[in-house]
């Protein structure tokens, strides 16, 4: 209902404004700033909290620090495994070199043994030689498959670490603080939320009439009472395609009047985005299109 009564006097200022100028649209508004909610993407026990609400945090800042019980043991022992297994890597060109020189023997004393020259059982032991290495090789060669597979798992346990530490992606100023060290958190449940002050915006509401002479891109000139002789540039990013305010009802022509369209303005001009806070009422100039 706030809103809704916002909206209206967002309106209402707008058609007063322009009575005077029909070429420049004087609206009223409320400065907004995002809004970020971290989350783990896995669930844990909250252990530290090293921002609370107030703080300033920068980008890369750890915020929180959760953990799972285990999981540090756990790692060890895919890291020992993914080593071990590596380990094995240097077998395999050893088996490969044992597995070529045997098959080369036994190459070699075929014909050998076809003329006589080589006598049975010592061909029957050249071809369990043969045999024998190229089982070892293969045998080698599982490991290798098994070291691939160990490294795979302890990447996938390293990730779930990496999510149990939340950090600030960009730079702002923590808003709310929705858990307490102790405490266990879900998938995907907020821990903190960061407002991110560096990039504000403006919503106002503008009248029916006069949301056909506006478009996505046009200028906007922001003033502020603290700041009266300095104007700030923005621009117009999004019109509601959806009026407030009146009921979808027949209207009268007078109530017709009364309809509003929220329009939300970026700042262009860096230095507004110091002097603009959070609720901020602000003074928007915006030259109508034909």
């Given at each position: ?61 750890t915020v929180a620090v959760l953990e799972q019980p285990g999981l540090e043991q756990l790692i060890a022992q895919r ?212």
């Open positions: 209902m706030t809103r809704l009564w916002l909206g209206a006097l967002a309106g209402g200022l707008a058609l007063g404004a322009c009575a005077a100028d029909r070429g420049t649209l004087t609206v009223s508004g409320t400065v907004e700033i995002r809004e970020v909610r971290l989350a783990p993407l896995a669930a844990g026990r909250l252990t530290r909290l090293l921002k609370d609400e107030g703080d300033t945090v920068r980008r890369g800042d890291r020992a495994q993914a080593e071990a297994a590596t380990a094995r890597t240097a077998e395999i060109q050893a088996a490969e070199a044992d597995s070529q020189r045997a098959a080369n023997d036994l190459a070699r004393a075929r014909p050998l043994r076809e003329r006589g020259v080589v006598a049975p059982q010592q061909f029957e032991a050249l071809q369990s030689a043969a045999a024998a290495a190229a089982a070892r090789l293969q045998a080698v060669r599982g490991a290798a498959r098994e070291s691939q597979a160990a490294r795979a798992g302890l990447a996938a346990i390293e990730a779930v670490r990496d999510q149990l530490t939340l950090l600030a992606h960009d730079d702002g100023i923590v808003l709310t603080r929705f858990a307490e060290a102790g405490e266990a958190v879900a998938v995907g449940a907020p821990v903190v939320s960061i407002g991110i002050v560096g990039r504000p915006w403006i919503r106002a509401y503008v009248g029916e009439r006069f949301v056909a002479r506006l478009g996505i891109g046009q200028p906007a000139v922001v003033r502020l009472d603290a700041y009266p002789d300095t104007s700030f540039a923005g621009r117009i990013v999004e019109i509601a395609p959806r009026a407030e305010f009146t009921p979808r009802a027949a209207l009268t022509e007078r109530e017709r009047a009364d309809l509003v369209f929220a329009i939300k303005v970026q700042m262009d001009d860096p230095r507004g985005a110091g002097h603009l806070k959070a609720g901020l009422p602000v003074d928007l100039e915006i030259t109508l299109r034909p």
